[in-house]
Each structure stands twice: as structure tokens, then as C-alpha cells.
């Protein structure tokens, strides 16, 4: 999808589907009289409220209207940048619909949507692009075509071009929301493409290979470990869990370096499990198939160490995954086993599809022990209890830092990308308590979110800026349409992002 900007008037643009943005209170002040300027009654409004996502079609007549087809599109109130993301998925989804080709964004207003949402013209554009990503994106990679009944099928209906109207004054922040909406839009379809794909499609070698080729696009370093270097480092918890796999782990670090000097260093870590079985503590059979998405933390931190690197931030940023698929096996962890980590600190195995926390406990201590990063970050689909707790749309943030965690919190308001804070209080500690080792995986019942955060907090090796974000819930969704398109969110990719520039 090319997205380009013009200052050209609309009359004098090819549009075969031309989109007016309307906030409510610009519909009340002047819906009437741009109206009539495009050919069309202002009765045609008493079928049209302006609320954020709320699309309105109109045919005009020849001679009359700029364009065949003219689209009132709704901003809502306009005051947050969720609005105008609706509004970007709303329109490219219908026009996939009606499979237009192109589309025309009346931008004029924007300043005045600027003001509403009391942000920067580029803002408002940025979030507008994100959501055309988002209601274009399709998942079919996989599909042969091969049954299909209908000639017209062979038109998907993609979106060759959109172009951005505005006044020239607005053209040079336009130009900038645009390049910025791209990047984050592309990188979160990335982390989409990746979660979507089955287990037979991704193994650890294949999403370290996504990083590298990530890297290449965004001009970042990408170094893999293989099986052998794993082993030599003593990753026992990220080894333990690849025991019934017939597929070898890999541990990727990904380093993007800004040209001058750095302001920080920021470690974001990744969960990497491919598919998630249960291995011999075996899940149900019912809904295992979503269990492929259990790398969505992975691929959030690949979206986002890209973006990081496109959009040139000046903070290094340092992604590690640890890789591999939980299966059962003769040879497999077993309940009972006591593993070293990479840490050194012994760990009983309570149960064995509590696998997660063991190959990010690992690589947090890489993190602290390679980098001293200014702050850590992990992300992972972690818990089931975390969505009892907080449901589907919201991820639960754990941290040992007051500041970070309100970044954080901050950060996931701005970008609809929400969290919500969880404790870590101490008493919870004696809830994972061993016998046999320093610490047990598994929790006593209840509370199963924070006493999996308080394992991870162990390998920390006392860092003092951490924080863990539970995506179980936000990463996968089952809904459909629009920017609720059933499968993988790309969730993580914004959040991060936003919080990053916070850092720059």
C-alpha cells in the first residue's frame, strides 16, 4: 500500500473513493456547507452521527460531486488518538469491501483535529496510518487459492495507493505522520505475520530468522545462538524445556545502535515459545491450536527494535529471544525435575507448561549481566490467570520500579495499547517456594499471574528498573472485522515504541 501527501485540491484528484473526516462538532459547525460543496444535500446527515469508525457512503452525480463515491467518515470527538485509528481501519476495510483500488483523505481539517485531541498534526496522522495498517491487514499467506468458486475472486480488493490531502502549510507534518504511521503500522503486521503462523510454519530457527531479516531491514545487528552455544552459555531453563522437542532452541539478541551516542540502553526481552503444548503436564485438546501464539512477546519485541531502528531513535535498544517449542516426549522436563539456570539458581519443576518463565529467566539475567541495560522490559503470554484477572483487552504490568511503571501505564493509554498494574508484594514469594531447589515454577493456587512475575523477578540479579507485561490476554484475539480481525493483534509493538520515544 503506497501512502502518499498532495496539497492539490481534491477537485483536481483521480478519486474513485473519496473519505470526509468529520469530527462531531465540525459536522454540527460546517457538515452542511461541505457537504454542498461535494454535490450533496445537507439532509444526507440525518443518517450520519460522526462517531469514531462511523462510515457513511454516498454516490454523487456527475458534474456535481469530486468524486463517484464520497465517504462522511467519523473521528468521534476527536480528543484521543484511538479515534482516529478507527477511523483509518474503518475506511480502508470498506474500501477492501467495495474493492476501490485507492482512496482520497481529505485532510484539510487537520489542524483542527490537532487541536481537538490536544496533540501535533503529525500525531493525528501517525495514529490514522497505524489504523489503515490495521484494517488492511489480512492474513491468506497460506491459502492456495485453489477453491475458489467466483471469477471476481480473483480480485482481492488490496489497496494500491492512499493519498492524504492537507493545505500546504500542514503538508510538512502530514509528510511525517505518514513516514512514522508506516513504520509502526508495518512492524506490528510483522508481529501479526508471525504470531499468525502455525507451528509447522515457525520453529526457533524460523523466528530467529525473521530477526535477522528484520535487522537487514532496519540496519540493526542480529546475532543467533544455535543449540551448542545455548548449551555452552548454561541456559538450563531455555535447554530444559526444548528436552522433548525434535526441533533445536535458538537464543537471538537483537542490537540497534543509534549513529551518535546512545541516551540509554533498554533491554527488551521476548518470549519465544512456538507452540505450547503443555509438554507432559498437557494441556486440553480444546483451543490448543491458539497455543501457536505463545511468541507473541517475541515477535512484539522484533516489531518494535525494528521501529526503533527505522525511526532512528537515539536509544540503544537490545532485544533477546529465547526459542523453543514445549512438546512431550520420552525425553521431555518432567514434574519433579530440578534444573540449574543460567543464573545458577536451582528450580523445581512444579509443572511443565509453566515453561515460559524458565527460558525468559535466562535471558534476563543475559540482559543484566551483558548490558546493565538502563531499564528491562520482558514481554510474554504468560498466565492464563492474568486474563481471569484483567480479561482480553488489558495486559497486566508487574514492576520493581514506581517510575517505569507509570511510563509504562502512560504509554499504553496513549497508544490503546493498555496495562494495568499488578503487585509484587512480598508475601507472595512464599508461594514459590522449593524443598529441593532455590525456588519452584509453580505457584500455590491462586494468583498465578503475580507468583509467575515474582519467579522472574529471582533472576534479575537485583536490577532495580524491571518490569514484566503479561500479554496472554491482549496478544490473540477471536473477534472479527476491522481492526479486530480474529488472530494475532501485534499488541506490545505500540506500547513499546511510545515508550521508547519517552526514553529518546
Sequence with gaps: MNIIATTDPVRKIDAGFLALPFTCSLLKKNG??????????????????????????????????????????????????????????????????????????????????????????????????????????????????????????????????????????????????????????????????????????????????????????????????????????????????????????????????????????????????????????????????????????????????????????????????????NMPDGSAMKPGDVIATYSGITVEVGNTDAEGRLILADALTYAKKHYNPDAIVDLATLTGACIVALGYSVAGLFSNNDKLADDIFDSGLRTEEKVWRMPLWEEYDEMIKSDVADVSNLGARGAGSVTAAKFLEKFLDGHKKWAHIDIAGPSYAPGKGGAKASGATGFGVRLLVDLLKKWS
Design 32 to 325: 452542511t456547507a461541505l457537504l454542498k460543496e461535494h454535490g450533496f444535500p445537507g439532509n444526507v446527515l440525518d443518517d450520519f452521527k460522526a462517531e469514531a469508525g462511523e462510515l457513511l457512503v454516498l454516490y454523487g452525480s456527475a458534474g456535481k460531486a469530486f468524486s463517484g463515491r464520497v465517504a462522511l467518515l467519523g473521528l468521534g470527538e476527536g480528543k484521543k488518538a484511538g479515534d482516529f485509528r478507527k477511523a483509518g481501519a474503518a475506511i480502508v476495510g470498506r474500501a477492501i469491501e467495495m474493492k476501490t483500488g485507492s482512496v482520497v483523505i481529505d485532510m484539510s481539517g487537520i489542524k483542527g483535529f490537532a487541536a481537538s485531541s490536544k496533540s501535533s498534526a503529525t500525531s493525528v496522522c501517525t495514529a490514522f496510518v497505524e489504523g489503515c495498517f490495521a484494517g488492511s491487514y489480512r492474513f491468506d499467506r497460506l491459502k492456495s487459492g485453489k477453491l475458489k468458486k467466483k471469477a471476481e475472486d480473483d480480485n482481492p480488493g488490496k489497496i494500491a495507493e492512499m493519498i492524504f490531502r492537507s493545505e500546504p502549510a500542514q503538508l510538512g507534518a502530514l509528510e511525517a505522520g505518514i513516514a512514522e504511521g508506516v513504520v509502526t503500522g508495518s512492524c506490528q503486521s510483522l508481529a501479526r505475520d508471525l504470531v499468525n503462523l502455525p507451528g509447522n510454519h515457525l520453529q526457533a530457527v524460523d523466528l530467529a530468522k525473521a530477526a535477522t531479516e528484520s535487522g537487514v531491514r532496519g540496519g540493526y545487528d542480529v546475532r543467533v545462538f544455535g543449540k551448542a552455544e545455548i548449551e555452552e552459555l548454561g541456559m538450563g531453563g531455555l535447554l530444559s524445556v526444548n528436552k522433548g522437542s525434535v526441533h533445536p532452541p535458538t537464543f537471538s539478541v537483537l542490537d540497534y545502535r543509534p549513529a551518535g551516542k546512545a541516551e540509554k540502553t533498554i533491554a527488551l526481552v521476548g518470549k519465544g515459545i512456538t507452540f505450547d503444548s503443555g509438554g507432559i503436564s498437557i494441556k486440553p485438546s480444546e483451543g490448543m491450536g491458539e497455543m501457536k501464539s505463545d511468541m507473541a512477546g517475541a515477535a512484539a519485541v522484533i516489531g518494535a527494535v525494528e521501529a526503533a531502528a527505522r525511526l532512528r531513535l537515539p536509544v540503544r535498544v537490545v532485544g533477546l529471544i529465547p526459542s523453543t517449542d
